[in-house]
């Protein structure tokens, strides 16, 4: 069993950044992927990120790409999530996932397991 904790979450301006971690706790990472969705209000929840532990590559949603990059810290059994360039449209709860989820990172039900998520707010 696999327990995961979000946290970083707030309230920031347009053009602004937040860092979202996803701490593990139970087991580590390794060899699962590690995945970040959203889900805004009203809206399915939907990929956004995705790094697999033990090769660190990583996956992007093409409407983050270039202003979300996920990384790992192998110590901390933790992934961050740090979010640049925060439009309007970033708003919504952001939950960390993992599993062994093969080539299908961007897919939800591959992940087993899943954090309460934290919320991001972009408003002026």
């Known amino acids: 069993q696999v327990q995961l904790v979000e946290s970083g979450g707030g309230l920031v301006q347009p053009g602004g950044s937040l860092r979202l971690s996803c701490a593990a706790s139970g087991r580590t990472f390794g060899g699962y992927t590690v995945g970040w969705f959203r889900q805004a209000p009203g809206k399915e929840r939907e990929f956004v990120a995705a790094?697999?532990?033990?090769?660190?590559?990583?996956y992007y949603a093409d409407s983050v790409t270039g202003r979300f990059t996920i990384s790992r810290d192998n110590a901390k059994n933790t992934v961050y999530l740090q979010m640049n360039s925060l439009k309007f449209d970033d708003t919504a709860v952001y939950y960390c996932a993992t599993g062994p989820t093969g080539t299908s990172y961007y897919s939800r039900p591959e992940y087993l397991y899943w954090g309460q998520g934290t919320q991001v707010t972009v408003s002026s």
């Open positions: 790094i697999r532990w033990s090769a660190g590559s990583t």
